[in-house]
């Protein structure tokens, strides 16, 4: 059965390979990972940034500069500042978090690893956490990267998410799904 993907979804996979395949043959993928953390970073601590990048009715010669400027501040490599130029132009920069999430996710994928997320109801050792990433990188055939959070609102137990799979053992998850079971009978 085939997966439908939305045009956002489909333009972002589109663009995310195409920067990728780009500065993969330029021998910059390190380079280019790094400089689009930052990017990353400057979108998520900035809401007036992320509104100009994602306001329609900003000029393109507006985000052209804007592009220009951040690129000499933040140092980015010369393919990098080229492809924001390029999805300026196509109108495709409301994209730019997306199509840069996927771009990190197909550098991970080249390296062997992959991301998880964990997030427990109590603070992990350190050996307890590590244990996890070994077993689950055992179990993947890949190196597992964990993001870890803690939520005291799951009450015990474990959310784990890795790609598409998600494991929920939290007794708030349980406790939902027994009342689901009372108010179906």
Do not use: W
Not at 34 to 59: A, C, M, W, Y
């Amino acid at each position: 059965m085939s997966e439908k993907k939305s045009f956002s979804t489909e333009t972002s996979e589109r663009y995310s390979r195409a920067l990728f395949e780009v500065v993969k043959e330029a021998g910059e993928l390190e380079k280019i990972e790094t400089d689009v953390k930052n990017f990353q970073s400057l979108l998520k601590g900035s809401s007036e940034i992320k509104i100009f990048f994602h306001n329609p009715t900003q000029s393109i010669e507006n985000q052209k500069n804007a592009i220009h400027f951040l690129s000499k501040r933040l140092n980015f490599s010369k393919n990098l500042e080229n492809f924001f130029f390029l999805i300026v132009e196509k109108r495709r920069i409301f994209y730019v978090s997306k199509i840069l999430d996927t771009f990190l996710k197909l550098c991970l994928k080249k390296r062997g690893e992959m991301k998880a997320s964990l997030i427990s109801s109590k603070q992990l050792s350190e050996k307890e956490l590590e244990s996890i990433s070994e077993g689950l990188s055992s179990a993947m055939g890949s190196i597992i990267k964990l993001e870890y959070k803690i939520d005291k609102e799951l009450i015990g137990g474990l959310k784990l998410q890795l790609g598409s799979f998600m494991i929920d053992t939290s007794i708030k998850n349980k406790l939902k799904k027994f009342e689901q079971k009372m108010l179906e009978n």
